[in-house]
C-alpha cells in the first residue's frame, strides 16, 4: 500500500517535471513515431524479400516489435534516467539522503525518475502486440495468450534485475559509470527471432545480457513453441535472480560510504 | 600552421587516450546493429539460396566491410561541439586565431577515429573467423578506388554534421534534429541492407544524395561490384556535394557565430 502511494507521488512529481518541457514532448513523440514509421519500414523491406524469417511470419515480426517496444520503454523511461540520477548521487554523496528514507532503497533508486510521456508507447506496443498477433495465421489458444504475458513479465523482471546488480556494482567501483551501456547496446538484438542469430551471439543475448528472455520467448510462447518444463524454469530464473539481485543490492549498500571518505 | 596541427593532435589523442574504457563501450554499442543485420539477411539468404541476386557471403562481406566504412567516414561532432555552443564556452576557442571546427575540433574526431579504429581491429579478426567470409571478388584496384571516396564520404559527413551542430546558435533542440538526420543516414546510406534490396523510390533518390558515400558506395568499390559508369558517377556527385556541403556549411556558421556574438554570451 505504501509502496503503491509512493508511486504514485514519483508519477505525480514527474508529471510536473515534464510539463516543464512540453515543446520538447511533443517535438519527442514526432521522433518516435517517425521511428516507428522506419521499424514498419523495415520489416516491409525484410518481407518484400522472403516470406518467413527464421520460421516467423510478417504477424509475429510486428508483435515481437511491440514486446521490444516494451523492454525499449522499460530502458528509455525508468532505467537511464533513474541510472543517472543514482551514478550523480554515488560520486557527490546524495545518496546518504536516500538511505535515511524508511523505504527500501532500492525501491527508491529505481522508481524516483520516470520519463512520464513515454507511457504513450507501452500504448503504442501493445497495439502492435494485438495487431501483430491477429495477423500472424497460426490460431492461438488463451492458454498460450496467457503464458505469452506471462513471460513478458518474467523477461521484464530478469533484465530489472541484471540491472539492479549493474548499478550496486557501482558500491564498489565508483567510477563505473558506464553500468548500463551494456544492456542498452545489445538491446537491439532483440528486434528480430533470437533463432536467426548465430550460436555464439544468441548464447550471449539468452544468457549473459538476457535481452532475449524478455523479447524472443514470450513470442514463443505465444506460438506454442515451449513445453511446460521450460516456462516453469523461466519463472524460476526470474524469482532467483530477483532475489540475488536484492541481496548484492543490500551487499552493495554496506559497501558504501559516502563521498567523503 | 602544421605545427599547430601536430599541438592539436597531442593535446586531442591525449584527451581520447583517458577515455579508452569509455571508447570501448561505444564500439560495442556500434558493432551490435550491422551484426544483427548481418544475421537476419544470412539467415534469408541461407533458406532461399540468394535474395535479389545476394547470397548468404554476398552479405557477410558486405556488413564486414561496412564495420570498417562506417568507422571510418562517421564523426561524433554534435556530441563533442553542441554543448560548447549552449553553455558559451565556445567563447574561449572563438577568439583563437584559427577555425574551431575545422582545426580542433575536426582533429579531436580523427583522434577519437584512430582509437576506435585500433580497438575495432581485434574485433574485427575475431568476427572474421566467426562468420569466415569470402573475399575472393576484393581486388587491389577496387580498394585504391574506395580510399579517396571514404575520405571525401568523411569530408562531406563532417561537414553537414558540423552545419547541424551549428544549429545550435538558434535551437536548443538540435539533437532533436540530428536525431532526424541519423534516421535520413539509416534510409539513404545502405547501412541497413545494400540499397538494390531497397524500395525503387528510396534507390532512386539515395543516388543523387550525399548519403551513400558513407557506406554503400565506398563498400561496393572495395567489393568490385560497381561498373565503371557507376564509379564515375558516384565520383560525380561526390564531387558536387563536396561543394554544397563546403558552401552549406559556412554559410551556418558564418550566420551562427554572427548570433552568438549578438547573444553576447
Redesign the interface.
Known amino acids: 500500500m505504501q509502496t503503491l502511494k509512493l508511486l504514485s507521488a514519483f508519477f505525480k512529481m514527474n508529471v510536473q517535471m515534464s510539463l516543464a518541457y512540453r515543446a520538447d514532448t511533443v517535438v519527442n513523440i514526432l521522433l518516435n513515431l517517425m521511428w516507428l514509421g522506419w521499424e514498419l519500414l523495415s520489416l516491409n523491406i525484410i518481407f518484400s524479400n522472403t516470406e518467413t524469417l527464421g520460421g516467423w511470419g510478417l504477424g509475429e515480426l510486428i508483435a515481437l516489435l511491440g514486446v521490444f517496444r516494451l523492454v525499449n520503454t522499460l530502458m528509455i523511461a525508468l532505467i537511464w534516467p533513474n541510472t543517472e540520477k543514482f551514478n550523480q548521487s554515488i560520486r557527490d554523496g546524495s545518496m546518504d539522503y536516500t538511505i535515511l528514507q524508511p523505504v527500501n532503497s532500492m525501491f527508491l533508486v529505481t522508481f524516483s525518475r520516470i520519463t512520464v510521456w513515454r507511457f504513450w508507447d507501452l500504448i503504442l506496443a501493445v497495439v502492435l502486440i494485438v495487431v501483430g498477433v491477429n495477423m500472424s495465421t497460426a490460431t492461438t489458444t488463451p492458454l498460450q495468450i496467457l503464458t505469452f504475458i506471462l513471460l513478458a513479465i518474467t523477461g521484464m523482471i530478469i533484465i530489472y534485475s541484471l540491472w539492479i546488480v549493474l548499478i550496486a556494482l557501482t558500491f564498489w567501483f565508483v567510477k563505473f559509470d558506464n553500468n548500463v551501456t551494456i544492456l542498452q547496446a545489445l538491446l537491439d538484438a532483440g528486434r528480430y527471432p533470437a533463432t536467426v542469430y548465430p550460436v555464439w551471439l544468441r548464447i550471449i543475448v539468452t544468457f549473459i545480457i538476457p535481452i532475449a528472455v524478455a523479447t524472443t520467448i514470450p513470442l514463443q510462447a505465444l506460438r506454442g513453441e515451449l513445453e511446460m518444463t521450460q516456462i516453469l524454469t523461466f519463472i524460476l530464473v526470474s524469482i532467483v535472480s530477483f532475489f540475488l539481485a536484492s541481496r548484492i543490492w543490500r551487499a552493495g549498500l554496506k559497501q558504501y560510504s559516502g563521498a567523503s571518505s | 600552421m602544421f605545427l599547430i596541427f601536430k599541438r592539436l593532435w597531442q593535446v586531442n589523442w591525449a584527451e581520447q587516450w583517458q577515455y579508452r ?2 571508447l570501448l ?1 561505444y564500439l ?2 556500434w558493432l ?2 550491422p ?2 543485420y548481418l ?2 539477411w544470412t ?2 539468404a541461407g ?2 539460396g540468394e ?2 541476386g545476394f547470397t548468404a557471403n554476398d552479405f557477410v562481406t558486405y556488413y564486414m566491410v561496412l564495420l570498417i566504412c562506417d568507422q571510418i567516414t562517421s564523426n561524433i561532432i554534435i556530441h563533442t561541439f553542441a554543448y560548447k555552443i549552449q553553455d558559451g564556452s565556445l567563447s574561449g576557442e572563438l577568439v583563437k586565431p584559427i577555425h574551431p571546427m575545422l582545426t580542433n575540433a575536426l582533429v579531436n574526431n580523427i583522434a577519437f577515429k584512430m582509437l576506435t579504429i585500433m580497438g575495432l581491429i581485434p574485433i574485427w579478426i575475431i568476427l572474421f573467423f ?2 569466415k567470409p569470402d573475399f575472393s571478388g576484393v581486388t587491389l584496384s577496387g580498394v585504391l578506388l574506395s580510399i579517396p571516396a571514404m575520405v571525401l564520404g568523411f569530408v562531406i559527413g563532417y561537414l553537414l554534421s558540423a552545419a547541424i551542430t551549428s544549429l545550435a546558435f538558434w535551437t536548443t ?1 538540435v539533437y ?1 534534429i540530428h ?2 538526420y541519423f ?1 535520413i543516414i ?2 539513404f546510406s545502405g547501412q ?2 545494400p540499397l538494390p ?3 525503387k523510390v528510396i534507390q532512386d533518390i539515395a543516388q543523387f544524395l550525399p548519403f551513400q558515400l558513407f557506406m554503400y558506395y565506398p563498400i561496393q568499390l572495395i567489393l568490385g561490384r560497381l561498373s565503371a559508369e557507376q564509379i564515375i558517377q558516384g565520383y560525380i556527385m561526390a564531387g558536387v556535394w563536396l561543394v554544397i556541403s563546403i558552401l552549406f556549411f559556412n554559410w551556418v556558421w558564418r550566420e551562427g557565430v554572427k548570433r552568438f556574438s549578438a547573444v553576447g554570451a
Open positions: 574504457a569509455n563501450m560495442l554499442y551490435v546493429s551484426i544483427i544475421a537476419v539467415s534469408i533458406v532461399k535474395v535479389n566467426l562468420f533542440r532533436s536525431e532526424f534516421a539509416l534510409l541497413f541492407v534490396l531497397m524500395p
